[in-house]
């Protein structure tokens, strides 16, 4: 027993003693004094470069920017009568449920309302106008006219204004414009309004800073900050895409805001946003100020956008199309067709030729040329340049206007009367991976055979098909084809033009020429 006592006190002994000696060995190893006294660091501060806020340019043109709330006269759900929490109308409920029953004894609706009176009045809650979406906008004068997203507005019945201090203020609608979704909005009120005014957005550089301000997800006053990502994005909306695309973050609501300039001037208005979860993910589309500028001066004078037209069906030109019609580069825009009793067709534009330049501008594509007619209006004379038989020649067109509803339309090809046609031998345009026969309605040659393994088939052209041209030269056989291959291996072409025929319209494919041997 003293043994296992002494033995512990000896252990205890020699832990204390191995303590001390250890505390001794991290005092010395540390090289601190044998008296520690507490200290305590200066708080962090960091010297770093300043960058620009954007504090004095939100400060600026917030007042300017309202969200909008758009009401609609919408019919009473069944759930809108659901007084008692039950998730379904009284109408609903089982003739045998209690509140149904307790109702009916004394001739009365949930909603208070005697039976007799709703007997005589069955619409009296029909109509009334309820909110259905919102969005932002911006004013562009001090007298309330503002500028939103036709996307916004274009179910609205009554429209509300939000300003930047909770003001809530009705509003009209002078116009809108589903082609480039833009939308005019006035307020009338004494007061004047800030605000604010519309930046050169050519004159913006890819990489320049730019500030988005909107009502996001209906929180109000939202700012955020980003760049200009690129330009002339054509996202599929309509034939006038030409987008500024931003990073700054973009999401529902934000619709019809603008975004500003460092200098407080509107650049774009929000429009869209490239998103797969359905929020912001950086990517997001605004439309140019010089657009928005034109659309919106029309719809404030007239409540509606007069366009030019100049009536051509156009698709892009290729670099084999470009080879094809001895072009030096793949720009301008072909027409496959011009529309019956169109400005271009009565200008003498025909099937085949590519417009290259308009009042001595290039034109880039077939997008290109839409914006620059559509931005002129009608009546105006317009110099277009075309390309023809291997050479450019003016042709001067004046404007009609464009028809609230354009088709397009593949009609239109002035074919001269098809001779009979001889039966095409098994070979005939066997180079090209094609076999044809005589049309069924004697328009044309059918393509009656297309070898899967051929640049024809790569190029989308199918069996059923007709041929209706080739290199701009109506053919009416194989041996019509043959000639104009022909004569386009003699020019030192190395693809020819043809113009397929489709129960969807009209197009033209180039098609590679093999060398003579």
């Not at 006269?73 to 659901?82: G, L, M, T």
């Not at 719809?299 to 892009?316: A, D």
């Not at 004697?442 to 069996?463: C, L």
């Amino acid at each position: 027993m003293f043994e296992t006592i002494k033995s512990r006190l000896t252990r205890s002994t020699a832990l204390k003693a191995s303590a001390v000696a250890g505390i001794a060995v991290a005092a010395l190893a540390a090289g601190v004094p044998a008296e520690i006294s507490s200290s305590y660091a200066d708080a962090v501060t960091v010297q770093a470069p300043q960058v620009p806020s954007f504090a004095n340019v939100v400060d600026a043109v917030s007042p300017a920017v309202v969200s909008v709330r758009v009401e609609s006269r919408v019919n009473p759900v069944a759930d809108e009568d659901d007084s008692f929490g039950l998730g379904r109308g009284f109408d609903e409920l089982p003739d045998d449920h209690p509140l149904k029953k307790f109702f009916k004894q004394f001739g009365q609706q949930p909603n208070g309302k005697g039976s007799q009176d709703q007997a005589q009045k069955p619409n009296a809650d029909k109509g009334r106008l309820r909110p259905v979406a919102q969005g932002s906008g911006f004013f562009i004068s001090d007298d309330g006219y503002l500028v939103t997203n036709n996307h916004v507005v274009s179910d609205g019945a009554a429209f509300v204004v939000v300003l930047s201090d909770g003001t809530e203020l009705d509003a009209k609608l002078i116009g809108k414009d589903p082609r480039t979704d833009l939308a005019v909005l006035k307020v009338d009120d004494k007061r004047k309004f800030t605000y604010v005014k519309w930046a050169d957005d050519t004159k913006i550089r890819v990489g320049d800073w730019v500030v988005a301000v909107g009502n996001p997800f209906g929180l109000g006053g939202t700012v955020t900050a980003g760049i200009i990502s690129a330009r002339g994005r054509d996202i599929g909306s309509g034939p006038y895409d030409d987008y500024l695309q931003i990073d700054a973050s973009v999401n529902k609501g934000n619709s019809g805001g603008p975004t500003f300039n460092l200098s407080g001037e509107v650049v774009g208005i929000n429009t869209a946003i490239f998103s797969p979860s359905g929020g912001s993910v950086g990517i997001a589309f605004a439309i140019p100020s010089t657009t928005a500028k034109d659309v919106v001066a029309d719809l404030i004078k007239t409540g509606s956008v007069s366009r030019g037209w100049l009536g051509v069906q156009i698709q892009p030109v290729t670099k084999d199309i470009a080879e094809s019609l001895g072009l030096s580069e793949p720009a301008g825009a072909l027409v496959v067709s011009p529309q019956e009793g169109s400005p271009g067709q009565k200008a003498g534009i025909k099937n085949g030729d590519v417009v290259t330049a308009v009042n001595g501008d290039p034109i880039k594509d077939p997008r290109d040329l839409a914006r620059r007619i559509a931005g002129m209006a009608p009546g105006k004379k317009v110099e277009v340049a075309i390309w023809r038989d291997g050479k450019s020649q003016p042709l001067t067109v004046e404007l009609g206007t464009l028809p609230a509803e354009q088709k397009a339309s593949a009609d239109g090809n002035n074919q001269t009367p098809a001779e009979p046609q001889q039966p095409a031998s098994e070979k005939a345009l066997a180079d090209l991976g094609l076999t044809v026969g005589p049309s069924d309605d004697g328009k044309g040659v059918a393509i009656t055979a297309v070898n899967p393994d051929s640049d024809a088939a790569d190029k989308g052209v199918k069996e059923g098909e007709k041929i209706t041209s080739v290199n701009n030269q109506d053919v009416a056989n194989a041996q019509d084809i043959a000639k104009v291959i022909a004569q386009a291996k003699k020019d030192g072409r190395t693809r020819a033009l043809f113009q397929i025929q489709s129960d969807d319209g009209s197009r033209f494919v180039a098609l590679p020429l093999a060398a003579q041997g």
